[in-house]
């Protein structure tokens, strides 16, 4: 099974410090934000290539990458101009057609079991073609909220409004199956741009949950860069002692 790493933003929040470090190297405790990523998924066999797209500060994404020892095959895309997230998606169908497609946006910080979450996605009920992870925001109006059926299936979304019903949220990691890929390229002439914004609200009740109790957050603000720094040590420490 292949990953794909979203990591071609600019950062703009976090700006003046992404104006020379690209979101995904942002440090955390002193390691690059994309070094928690690399370790999370080349620590299974299920994933065999990790693919990394690129625009903003290409090339200190690719002399971070060139340096790296994971025991995984890493590949960089680059996009001289930006797809969105469903097209970065649609431009490497070619590479990974016939096969599970991990997605995730490489801009947040978590740690969860992949063999759990790959695992949830193959034994997920008939009517789903996909996976999607959530996780409890302390912010919901900054958050994709989710509202489930009783089965642990999508029925709703609302993508950052200001009084959002819970506290349930879209992390921003996938697991498309072959078949949502093939509906994702068949919508390339359709306004299908962004995986969340898009392509979700129209799978409503063909996308399974799984929920990541550990530990999820989007760093994208000074607010929650702080946060995570206090927060992720312990949780990181905690789950290396466990694994």
Known sequence: MNALLLAAGYGSRLKPMTDTVPKCLVSINGRPLMDYWLELLSGTQEITKILINTHYLPEAVRRY??????????ELIH????????????????????????????????????KDFINSH????ERCVATMMSFETDNPSSCGIIQLDGEGVLQSFYEKISD?????????????????????????????????????PNMLGRIWVY????????IGTPESLAAAEKEFQKIYKSSKSEG
């Open 122 to 125: 193959r034994n997920r009920p």
């Open 65 to 74: 990458v060139t340096k790296q020892k994971y025991n995984v095959a890493i």
């Open 211 to 218: 929920h990541n109790d550990i530990y999820h957050r989007d």
């Open 79 to 114: 996009e001289p101009d930006l797809l969105g997230t469903a097209g970065t998606v649609r431009s490497i169908m070619p590479m990974v057609a016939g096969d599970d497609l991990l997605v995730a946006h490489a801009d947040n910080l978590t740690v969860f079991d992949v």
């Open 164 to 200: 959002p019903p819970g506290t349930l949220a879209n992390a921003a990691v996938f697991l498309f199956s072959p078949e949502a890929l093939d509906i994702m390229r068949r919508s390339s002439g359709v306004q299908i741009n962004d995986i969340s914004a898009d392509f979700v």
